[in-house]
């Protein structure tokens, strides 16, 4: 079974940092898209979006590129989202997700809360 375990989601400061991860089973970890989305309120899953290929190319949506970085140790079979100077409206639940078998599979989500 596709698994998808998301952590790392905490309280921080407006211009904070926080590390996500996203741990990976139930299919071959290296040879799969894994990716970051999140929702909040009143929008959707989709609103932002982080990617990491299989040969380790990454995108980043324009709203977050140079604050948010995306990355993946296949070994550890985790994909890592690095955000650095949190701001308020990045207050979100967080999913981590992967297209595998032409399904969408997603992890349960863990809260970033940026305060000001």
């Known amino acids: 079974e596709v698994q998808l375990q998301a952590s790392g989601g905490g309280l921080v400061q407006a211009g904070g940092s926080l590390r996500l991860s996203c741990a990976a089973s139930g299919f071959t970890f290296d040879g799969y898209a894994i990716g970051w989305f999140r929702q909040a309120p009143g929008k959707e899953r989709e609103e932002i979006s982080c990617f990491v290929f299989n040969d380790g190319t990454t995108y980043v949506t324009d709203s977050v590129k140079g604050r948010f970085t995306i990355s993946r140790d296949n070994v550890r079979r985790t994909v890592a989202l690095q955000m650095h100077s949190l701001k308020p409206e990045d207050t979100a639940i967080y999913y981590c997700?992967?297209?595998?078998?032409?399904?969408?599979?997603w992890g349960q989500g863990t809260q970033v809360t940026v305060s000001s």
């Open positions: 997700h992967v297209l595998f078998r032409s399904r969408n599979y």
